[in-house]
């Protein structure tokens, strides 16, 4: 027999076979609706989708509370709280202060029966779920099915987008609107039609009224119909779709000024624009590589000149939008951690095209379509494993006595909060060394604590802050009956958390509370460090 033959003969022979084993299937109970289920092309395509969003679920909702707050997730909480009629937390955060409210008015309707941890963080990681969606959405709409699968899945497992979504913080909730903007532009550079420049520009406005330093992307936007000139845009289109954007975004000044509180939105805004740097131009480039992936960086710029004679409107769509507020935030004084979240989808989409198209680089194609596909796979199972790792030790609570903020919640500041309302009368006034405890503690103490290093200058501090200008003539004024240090703040401002140290030894502090985190010594043994101690004090 020749070896032409032996598949044919092989097949015939097992054929009964495997109409036996068929038969058998069926005649299960459910098995021909098994069967016709499996067959369900929208099943085959569903399914992965849902997938990759429980996972995405999963990494967003794991123990979700463990850690209490950090200082803007106390503010936002706080303020949602206020505006949910909680009136001792009105009193400490004021409803109007740097940003828009729109995360605030979604969080203030799991509040109206009590603040919850849980139930704060759970409206953002959710809003991080549905990003992961918006990234399949926008890589299937650009590019294909394949495609929008993976870039969700590395967006699901990313530390970046993880950490984020996991806090109560407006930037969340800012990509996800910011995601819907791309793939409304998509459609609209594919149809022309005046409904998808009309949608986009609704939800870039509503990306504006998530966090207001999203207008850098309609840079990106100009950007991309400026440099593409394949794209016609028409002046009626574009005219109708700034009218919308500035009737969305007209709705916060709006709301001040109905309010009477223009003024303080005038300061906010001042205060924001002339705010001190908090770090170098390089502090992008060496906190975010790691969080994002090296490999992810590497497989999106690897793409982009691999596959460059590939590239289209596409690609410069996403490269432009990415860029201006890269560039804008790098030389901008004042960075946070999470400011460029809306690169994060961004990127996962051009490094799944990367590993999608790897067959289409010249130097592999020759090597054929099962050496190529083989690739695509052992670099996306590589890339979600290089992810997942960091991922998971990330959502694992601190054992540092060190903080950046955006990167989780506060250990100790949840504690010493609850302690406070359980053991100090509700007219106590605290002195902390700066105003990130400051908040986290009046968040779940509900007492008034002041902080030492917020500036008398009022050009250089947040305009909710007061001053503390003499500490010395306060505390002999015995204004502050507890003094508060913790190590996050001591170790970012060692010149006021010696300040501190100071006051509680020339007034006689006591400890009364510590919190402690769980410490790697230089000897590699476990020990236990103090992040945040309450002192009793008393005037000289």
Known sequence: ??????????????????????????????????????????????????????????????????????????????????????????????????????????????????????????????????????????????????????????????????????????????????????????????????HWMLASCALMGATVLAKETSIVLVGGLYAFFALTPSVRLRLRHVGAGLLVMLAVIAAFPLALSLSGRASSGQHYLLWQLFRRSNHGMSFYAQVLPPVIGWLTLLLAVVGLVLLRGHNTWRERMLLTWMAVPVV????????????????????????????????????????????????????ALVLTISLLVPTWSRIQPSNTGTYLAGTGGLPGGREAGRWLEQNVPPSTQLLAIGPSMANVLQFYGHRRVYALSVSPDPANRNPSYTPVPNPDLAMRQA?????????????????????????????????????????RSKSGQPVEAPVVRIYRVRPA
């Open 328 to 379: 804008f935030f790098t030389l901008w004084p004042v960075k946070g951690f999470q400011y460029l979240l809306p690169a994060a989808p961004v990127l996962a989409v051009l490094a799944a095209r990367t590993i999608v198209r790897v067959g289409s680089v010249p130097q592999l194609r020759r090597h054929g379509r099962r050496v190529t596909t083989g690739a695509s796979y052992a670099l």
């Open 479 to 519: 204004r502050f009956q507890y003094l508060v240090w913790d190590s996050y703040t001591a170790a970012r401002s060692p010149s006021f958390g010696a300040k501190l140290t100071d006051l509680v030894a020339k007034y006689h502090g006591v400890a009364v509370f510590t919190s402690t985190v769980t410490v």
């Open 1 to 194: 027999m020749t070896s032409q033959a032996k598949p044919a003969f092989l097949s015939a022979v097992l054929a009964p076979a495997r109409e036996s084993l068929a038969a058998r299937r069926d005649a299960r109970p459910g098995g021909q609706a098994w069967r016709r289920l499996a067959a369900d092309p929208r099943l085959r395509t569903t399914l992965p989708v849902v997938l990759i969003l429980v996972l995405a679920a999963f990494l967003r909702f794991w123990q979700l509370d463990r850690v209490g707050f950090n200082s803007d997730e106390a503010v936002y909480s706080g303020t949602a709280a206020a505006l949910a009629g909680d009136e001792t937390l009105r009193g400490m955060f004021p409803v109007f202060r740097a940003h828009p409210l729109f995360l605030q008015l979604l969080l203030s309707t799991v509040m109206h029966g009590g603040v919850s941890d849980w139930a704060a963080r759970a409206i953002t990681a959710a809003v991080g779920v549905a990003a992961v969606l918006a990234t399949y959405a926008l890589g299937r709409r650009l590019y294909d099915h394949r495609l929008g699968l993976l870039a969700a899945l590395i967006l699901a497992v990313m530390p970046y987008h993880v950490v984020v979504s996991r806090q109560v913080l407006l930037d969340g909730l800012m990509t996800l609107c910011a995601t819907l903007v791309l793939y409304c532009v998509a459609r609209y550079v594919e149809s022309a039609a005046l």
